[in-house]
């Protein structure tokens, strides 16, 4: 099942978001905050709290702007949309890269609870769908920790076909989104069941071979490959990256050890049809061969399956044999 809503949502946000990226060295990222020009009691306090920010790292700036201005308000007896006007001006002093990586984090979340608010269509049950916004999640925070994990290092920014082959993929891994495959049950008819391994496979296990393929080609495999890159060719080594790529690479085999099992459970199955139909075949009319008794074949005597003996001829008293 395909997800219009889902896959206009990403084509809309996703450019936006390769524009930031491809210009982040371009941002502005300044701890000076502006200053307030009302008096206040606690506006000393307002004011050290902003300057404080200075020795703060930038993903902490967001966070003591919402502490000074909640001091700023403590103290002050404006009205409230003097006090709205007041947080978006220091908002708007916060780093500019900061807000990238909001913009992913709010991102991935609204393409979650969007796919959670949509209506359920007619290929896809409401026990389906907490399997997928559940699968979502996992997926989500993947990404998230990929893009922050890899384009935050100053070896990566310093290439720029690096960076945009880690678009590329980060992209790529976002197309998984607007698909429902991995959690829809295809019933298998009879009549496909019965021919070969290759249409018996793909028909019986069409889901978990999508989940198998989602995870090699378009997320754990390319974020494998990307992570191997780093740490072998660029040399930029860390513990999360190391971590991150263990995970990636045990994902990929157990994909591979689920692929096989799936394989030898289809030739298991096909195997035990081919002996039962050759059971049938040699046992319909003999039953001593099939290691069954008259008496458990229905409908049967002993009488019945008796063979009648040949009748000898009769012959009268006063006959005489010949010599």
């Keep these: 099942m395909f997800s219009p809503a889902i896959f206009l949502y990403l084509i809309s946000i996703v450019p936006s978001l390769w524009l930031l990226e491809m210009h982040h060295e371009t941002q502005y990222c300044s701890s000076q905050f502006g200053g307030l020009s009302q008096n206040t009691s606690r506006k000393e306090n307002?004011?050290?709290?902003?300057?404080?920010?200075?020795?703060?790292?930038?993903?902490?700036?967001?966070?003591?702007?919402?502490?000074?201005?909640?001091?700023?308000?403590?103290?002050?007896?404006?009205?409230?949309?003097?006090?709205?006007?007041?947080?978006?001006?220091?908002?708007?002093?916060?780093?500019?890269?900061?807000?990238?990586?909001?913009?992913h984090q709010t991102f991935l979340l609204m393409l979650i609870i969007g796919r959670w608010l949509l209506p359920i269509g007619s290929g896809i049950t409401r026990d389906q769908l907490s399997q997928l916004l559940l699968m979502f999640v996992g997926t989500a925070a993947d990404i998230l920790e990929f893009t922050s994990e890899t384009l935050e290092e100053e070896n990566v920014r310093n290439s720029p076909a690096l960076v945009y082959s880690i678009l590329v993929i980060w992209t790529w891994s976002m197309l998984q989104f607007p698909l429902d495959l991995a959690v829809q049950n295809v019933v298998c008819p009879v009549s496909m069941t019965t021919r070969g391994f290759s249409i018996r496979f793909f028909c019986q296990y069409s889901a978990d071979l999508w989940n198998i393929g989602i995870s090699i080609f378009i997320q754990d495999g390319p974020f494998l490959v990307v992570r191997l890159i780093l740490m072998t060719y660029f040399e930029v080594i860390n513990q999360m990256l190391v971590f991150f790529a263990a995970k990636n690479f045990l994902v990929v085999v157990l994909q591979f050890y689920r692929l096989v099992v799936l394989a030898l459970d289809v030739r298991a199955s096909l195997r035990s049809q081919r002996e039962h139909l050759k059971g049938e075949h040699r046992c319909p009319d003999v039953p001593a061969e099939c290691g069954v008794s008259p008496e458990a074949w229905p409908g049967s005597s002993m009488e019945a399956l008796a063979i009648p003996l040949q009748a000898s001829p009769v012959t009268s008293d006063d006959s005489h044999p010949t010599p």
């Excluded at 007896?77 to 006090?83: C, G, I, R, Y």
């Design 46 to 103: 307002f004011n050290q709290t902003l300057l404080s920010a200075e020795h703060t790292n930038r993903a902490d700036d967001l966070i003591a702007t919402v502490r000074a201005f909640s001091l700023y308000v403590k103290g002050s007896n404006k009205s409230p949309f003097h006090l709205a006007k007041v947080f978006v001006n220091n908002l708007s002093t916060v780093c500019e890269k900061v807000w990238t990586l909001g913009l």
